[in-house]
């Protein structure tokens, strides 16, 4: 895909802005940014932050502003090319070379020396590896949409560092490399977007290949903005007690501080339980849906009535 071919939602930095809210997605002007220099530089964004603060959103809302396909590739321990690139149809190969064996007689019966039997047989023997039997991946998948894709790699930092050298083909030539057939190179290069949690320090080989975002907690007024949109109906008087509370929570020392994720779930329970306003009790009744520890909701239980009745005053 060349400039001149751009999506429209991919013009400028305003453009990406106005489609991933169109989809729901709040994006602040680093977001838009990186997005957009994601396609025009050709190079993939590590994003990095805590869990739940919106990194693989960004990745969906994208696509779905972008009517791309979505390729997402869930990494673990163990992953491997296998999972990640292609693997075989080993099922319809044992089929077909039961064929085959039903066959042989049929297939070498006019060969006049065993060399010449041979050389029939070699030509179904690449056919075992052809691209009849090839079960691609989501690596492969992203290189083969010819209408432009976005290729999420999710939680690469749960992968092992040896998985890493498999990304750096993809991700610098954006191309993969099948011994048997031979390289396959995009058709028009995905928008790969990687998300890390921090869980072990990623290769700096890899973050050269890859521009950087960090998406952290949101600000007060970003957090409102986010709410608005993912919860509508929500009055505008809880709503600025919500989040006033949830800032709150998130600098206590707990060890896991409710992420966008929770706030957005914690909206949501209270406009379901059509509440007006926060109070103690609500707060304690619903807390689980903030905070999923339960050491943190021990540590904060004494600190309840007040961090509520300062986040009634805070929002007025």
Not at 2 to 15: F, M, R
Not at 222 to 234: A, F, I, K, Y
Request: charged fraction near 20%; aromatic fraction near 6%.
């Amino acid at each position: 895909m060349t400039l001149a071919e751009t999506p429209v939602g991919l013009t400028s930095i305003d453009a990406v802005k106005v489609g991933l809210s169109a989809v729901g997605y709040v994006a602040t002007p680093q977001i838009a940014t990186a997005v957009y220099l994601a396609h025009h530089l050709r190079k993939p964004v590590l994003i990095e932050g805590p869990a739940g603060v919106g990194k693989t959103e960004l990745a969906v809302s994208t696509a779905r502003a972008l009517g791309f396909a979505l390729l997402r590739l869930q990494c673990y321990e163990g992953l491997d090319d296998s999972r990640a690139l292609y693997e075989w149809k080993y099922g319809k190969q044992l089929l077909y070379t039961q064929i085959l064996k039903e066959k042989i007689g049929l297939l070498v019966d006019d060969a006049d020396s065993l060399q010449a039997a041979f050389n029939k047989l070699a030509g179904f023997q690449d056919l075992f590896f052809s691209r009849d039997f090839l079960q691609p991946r989501p690596l492969l998948q992203a290189m083969e949409q010819a209408a432009g894709s976005v290729l999420l790699i999710d939680e690469v930092d749960k992968s092992e560092e040896s998985f890493e050298a498999l990304l750096l083909e993809v991700l610098a030539d954006y191309q993969v490399t099948i011994p048997e057939i031979g390289t396959i190179r995009a058709q028009v290069p995905p928008l790969v977007l990687l998300t890390s949690n921090n869980t072990r320090e990623l290769g700096d080989a890899l973050k050269r290949r890859c521009l950087h975002l960090h998406i952290g907690f949101p600000t007060p007024e970003l957090e409102l903005q986010v709410l608005r949109s993912r919860v509508p109906g929500l009055n505008a008087q809880l709503l600025r007690q919500l989040v006033a509370f949830v800032q709150a929570l998130r600098a206590e020392n707990i060890r896991k501080p409710p992420s966008m994720a929770e706030s957005v779930d914690w909206a949501r329970a209270l406009l379901l339980l059509h509440a007006t306003a926060l109070d103690e009790t609500l707060v304690r009744d619903t807390l689980n849906v903030l905070l999923k520890r339960e050491s943190d909701i021990v540590e904060l239980n004494d600190r309840l009535p007040a961090l509520a009745r300062a986040a009634l005053a805070e929002a007025g």
